[in-house]
């Protein structure tokens, strides 16, 4: 008995899954001297028997499906060792299988998983009496435990497969939903400083557009004036050069100021359509800038803040315009919001943007303002989304979160903030994007 312990164990090392079942019914197979041999997994719900591993005449043959009914099998599938050395036929005359296989002898034992439930059989058939049905059923005895716990395995194997994928499936989903609310949320940040730049580009549109008309009233006065004196034939030359200086002091007037809201109209337009293009386009970086900053009087004047931005050289660059239109409004945003949050009308609020070039097609922008800055326990968090300290003004947080990621995906680059004494200090690169993109008209 040791020789054929010995026997098997070294057939069926190291091997696991299909592998293993079909060694191991080869090795007992050889070992029994048995003329079939299969292990079978039980499914209880259609009453039937399906072979994982089968050998017939001492050859690998294909697996089958077959009923329990009228079968000895279904006693070894109801926890019993059958065992009939000879005549089985005759104790199952209703087992065409048999019959039609010509098997004098059958042995079945059950096969228990971890909770002790029978979960297959291990059989040996015989067209011969069964000679040593003892050392046969003592084999199975000692095997059936290994065979169990590899079906086990094996199951439980492709089962964690299954819920490995099924999991993963419903994590990818759940973070394409998160994705899906995040640009949601990013997008609703931005028409919504959007919404509040167009109501101050309004207001600071009547201021020119008053002048010009409170100008034109004042010309139309002067104009039906001399021409009252005209028609009286009591103009005096002295009412004509009067009208005349009238007229070009206020023509001039109209004129710049509605050039200046057209400017600001202009300069609105642009920035708008930026935010909201991903084309690639050659600009002068500081111009840019200037004309963004130009767009955010109405923001800027609730603080008195002063915005200077400085550059050198004119900065040329291929780039994506709406990002630094986004950019910028977001930091200046951010700095009104929460850097000159509790300052007073006597401070001197500031923001110095400074645009320096390190090398071809890359730019090294320095934004600082002066105002109350950000405490040191929580200048590892400003980036996170969500993350804001001014919830109960109806702050949502994304507002430095917008900007480093918009910063990492176009530029491949990363938003720094850098420790000052005073006010806040964020730096960060932008490189052009490649292409040869039109020039600003």
Not at 68 to 88: K, V
Not at 99 to 110: C, Q
Not at 133 to 162: H, M, N, P, V
Not at 205 to 224: C, D, E, F, K, R
């Amino acid at each position: 008995m040791e020789t054929l312990l010995r026997e098997i164990i070294e057939g069926v090392s190291n091997t696991y899954g299909e592998a293993f079942f079909n060694r191991i019914t080869l090795q007992l197979h050889k070992v029994i001297g048995a003329d079939y041999t299969f292990i079978a997994r039980l499914d209880r719900q259609k009453y039937t028997s399906r072979t994982i591993a089968l050998v017939a005449h001492g050859e690998l043959a294909d697996n089958f499906e077959y009923s329990l009914e009228h079968t000895p099998c279904a006693n070894a599938a109801d926890d019993s060792i059958c065992c009939y050395p000879s005549g089985i036929c005759e104790h199952y005359p209703d087992d065409q299988l048999l019959l039609d296989m010509k098997i004098e002898g059958y042995l079945g034992t059950p096969l228990h998983d971890s909770q002790g439930d029978v979960l297959g059989i291990i059989v040996a058939l015989y067209e011969q009496p069964i000679r040593n049905e003892e050392q046969t059923l003592t084999l199975f005895k000692i095997f059936s435990g290994r065979i169990a716990s590899e079906i086990e395995r094996s199951e439980y194997a492709d089962t964690l497969e299954e819920r490995v994928k099924l999991r993963t499936q419903e994590l990818q989903t759940a973070l394409d939903n998160l994705n899906t609310a995040q640009e949601q949320l990013v997008e609703s940040e931005k028409l919504a400083a959007l919404g509040h730049l167009v109501a101050g580009v309004a207001h600071e549109v009547n201021t020119p557009l008053g002048v010009a008309i409170t100008a034109h009233s004042h010309l139309q006065s002067a104009y039906h004036k001399l021409k009252q004196g005209f028609d009286n034939k009591t103009l005096s030359s002295q009412e004509m050069s009067h009208f005349l200086d009238t007229f070009a002091e206020g023509s001039a007037m109209i004129e710049s100021n509605l050039e200046r809201a057209c400017e600001l109209v202009r300069n609105f337009k642009k920035t708008a359509a930026d935010q909201h293009s991903n084309d690639c386009e050659q600009i002068p970086l500081g111009d840019y800038y200037r004309q963004v900053a130009s767009t955010l009087s109405p923001l800027l004047k609730k603080k008195k803040v002063q915005l200077e931005i400085h550059s050198v050289g004119d900065g040329l660059i291929n780039t994506f315009p709406g990002a630094h239109a986004q950019i910028l409004t977001n930091l200046v945003d951010n700095s009104v919001k929460h850097g000159f949050r509790e300052r007073t009308e006597q401070d001197r609020n500031q923001i110095t943007v400074t645009i320096t070039p390190m090398d071809q097609n890359r730019f090294k922008v320095d934004y600082r303002d002066n105002g109350c800055g950000i405490e040191d326990g929580i200048q590892a968090k400003v980036f996170d989304p969500f993350f804001t300290t001014s919830r109960e003004t109806g702050s949502t947080g994304l507002g430095l979160s917008i900007i480093y990621n918009l910063i990492k995906k176009r530029f491949g680059e990363s938003l720094t903030l850098i420790p000052e004494p005073e006010g806040v200090h964020f730096e960060y690169v932008v490189s052009g994007c490649g292409c040869e993109g039109p020039a600003p008209p």
